[in-house]
């Protein structure tokens, strides 16, 4: 995982409550053995429609999700992150987070965002009315800002989170990081396994 201190670019207004992870990568999708292109089945209900968010040139390119409340619902699976990290996005806004899903992103290094439900219409807005919108959100002050509309405000990430994206440290980097005394364990362990006697 690599280090997460600033995401900073334009945003997609998804404008959906109660965005559920099959919704964000259905089912069908998690056949796959690799752990790539997922990015193809990102909301792939939805895109058919034309009209839908992702498919609107005005915001190609964007690496920041702006989603309604209750984003990320539903059944465990990383897939879902996957999904929206190899689609482009570092980050995603929403007033509130399925607590699984949230997990699932902070292990993963995709930033989860939580804003009040007032900061999340503002951002929808702002975004629909101006796709070039600049954010920027700062992981170690813990702060998104969007000074073209004069927003700036805190969000919540705990310590061992925050820790965890300055570091880029997902599970497997956070038991590297004990590399040394696991391997003096191995190296005494034989001696007290158990043994069989020998004919």
Known sequence: MEPVRIVSGTAVPL??????????????WLK????????????????????????????????????GPNFGTGSSREHAVWAIQQY??????????????????????LVPVVVSPEVGEQLLRA????????????????????????????????????????????DIGITLRNEGAIATFEQGRPSWLPTTASA
């Open 32 to 67: 796959q053995v690799e752990r790539t292109g997922f990015d193809k089945g990102l909301f792939s209900e939805w895109r058919d429609d034309r009209d839908f968010v992702l498919n609107q040139e005005q915001f190609q390119g964007a690496n920041i999700l702006i989603a």
């Open 127 to 170: 975004v629909e009315a101006d796709p070039t919108l600049e954010i920027t959100i700062d992981v170690e002050r813990r702060t998104l800002e969007a000074p073209a509309i004069g927003l700036a405000v805190d969000f919540p990430l705990d310590d061992s989170v925050q820790h965890r994206f300055l570091e880029g440290l997902d």
């Open 15 to 28: 404008d959906r409550s109660d965005v559920d992870t099959d919704q964000i990568i259905p089912s069908d």
């Open 88 to 109: 482009g996005f570092a980050a995603v806004v929403s007033p509130r987070f399925g607590d699984i899903f949230r997990n699932n992103s902070t292990k993963n290094g």
